[in-house]
T-cell receptor
Framework: KQEVTQIPAALSVPEGENLVLNCSFTDSAIYNLQWFRQDPGKGLTSLLLIQSSQREQTSGRLNASLDKSSGRSTLYIAASQPGDSATYLCAVRANQAGTALIFGKGTTLSVSS | KAGVTQTPRYLIKTRGQQVTLSCSPISGHRSVSWYQQTPGQGLQFLFEYFSETQRNKGNFPGRFSGRQFSNSRSEMNVSTLELGDSALYLC????????????FGSGTQLSVL
């Protein structure tokens, strides 16, 4: 059974710092991996999606990497800003059929000005 | 273009009652998925509908059910509510079955007293 773990559960950094969020999964047979952002009381917004054949994806100050063989992904946030404060969730999809995602419990990030 | 709309936004019920939650996908989207989010278990997949048919189901008891209408709107029903059913219920829509781009609504916060 696939399990997704995110460490740390919470992180506080000062504005401007570069940071890395970690995600690990137990079964390397994934179809893709996504990073989402969730603001308090809100739904999820997709940040980056990495296909199983890819090693990384970039969008602005965000860079996500994927190492399928070791079952790990990282989300790198450069030059953090207070507006980056949110919960970041990692999710894996097992196969192409259907959209069922298996989520980690998230890392809650707080960026202070 | 309107996003995914979930109603109601908040709901308070008592144990033993039943509840129906509604989700209107983005116009043109035909696939709808439901997730339950709790502090203890995180986000867990409930079920997915496409063309009025349930395509995939998560590991939840039969008290949780859903359906999709011809206009792609979806409802989920929870019967005989338990305290542990208190959660944020999120709906996500996508253009077609298996589509990687999911768009989430803001959710329905259900409290069971």
């Amino acid at each position: 059974k696939q399990e997704v773990t995110q460490i740390p559960a919470a992180l506080s950094v000062p504005e401007g710092e570069n940071l890395v969020l970690n995600c690990s999964f137990t079964d390397s047979a994934i179809y893709n991996l996504q990073w989402f952002r969730q603001d308090p009381g809100k739904g999820l917004t997709s940040l980056l999606l990495i296909q199983s054949s890819q090693r990384e994806q970039t969008s602005g100050r965000l860079n996500a990497s994927l190492d399928k063989s070791s079952g790990r992904s990282t989300l790198y946030i450069a030059a953090s800003q207070p507006g980056d404060s949110a919960t970041y969730l990692c999710a894996v999809r097992a196969n192409q059929a259907g959209t069922a995602l298996i989520f980690g419990k998230g890392t809650t990030l707080s960026v202070s000005s | 273009k309107a996003g995914v709309t979930q109603t109601p936004r908040y709901l308070i019920k008592t144990r033993g009652q039943q509840v129906t939650l509604s989700c209107s996908p983005i116009s043109g989207h035909r696939s709808v998925s439901w997730y339950q989010q709790t502090p203890g278990q995180g986000l867990q997949f409930l079920f997915e509908y496409f063309s009025e048919t349930q395509r995939n189901k998560g590991n939840f008891p039969g008290r949780f059910s859903g359906r999709q209408f011809s206009n792609s709107r979806s409802e989920m029903n929870v019967s005989t509510l338990e305290l542990g059913d208190s959660a944020l219920y999120l709906c996500a829509s996508s253009l077609k079955e298996g589509d990687e781009k999911l768009f989430f609504g803001s959710g329905t916060q259900l409290s069971v007293l």
